[in-house]
């Protein structure tokens, strides 16, 4: 089965859920996609977007909403001692995801849900997939489809569209040489 990983801002109590990127659980899915998680913390995480050609396109609601912060990506298996005790590991992947009423139906008491939750209550973690969603649409021109698990596809005939091959998109229209005098 192995181990499924959420990328979460510490500071802000934020997280990416990768399935509403299109990617899968575990760290290798979510590092070898083409479009998703790694794309969304690298924009996530560019403090100075915007100053020069090749940066992203303006989104201040999104590219840099995590410099500087403490982030990290938390396994359903961490342990105490995987982050600074204060931020009890072993409680986040289950925190961020459950809500009152299942907290107070598995963990009924008070101690149980200290124990399983730690500092964290239901509704402390925002899920921020869909800020996500919009910014890799918009910067890599992608349609989203489906509900649950996203899909996200080049648009017909955009850069990464396969059927027009991002090959022939990076070729240049011409290219001028010199030849030598022999």
Known sequence: MGQY?????????????????GNGLKLWEQGAS???????????????????????????????????????IVGDYAEPGDLPAEDRAECIYRAREITEGDALKYYPTEEEREERLGPYKPGDWKDISDLAVRFL?????LEASGTGWITLSP??????????????????DMVITREENR
């Open 5 to 21: 990983h959420i990328p979460i801002n510490l500071t802000k109590k934020e997280f990416i859920h990768p399935h509403r990127l």
């Open 34 to 72: 083409q479009f998703g998680v790694s794309q969304a913390i690298h924009a996530l995480l560019a403090v100075s977007n915007g100053r020069g050609s090749g940066d992203y396109h303006d989104d201040p609601e999104f590219v840099g909403r995590w410099g500087g912060d403490r982030i990290a």
């Open 137 to 141: 649409c918009a910067e890599y021109d």
């Open 155 to 172: 648009v017909p005939g955009s850069f990464f569209d396969e059927a027009k091959g991002t090959e022939a998109a990076m070729k240049p």
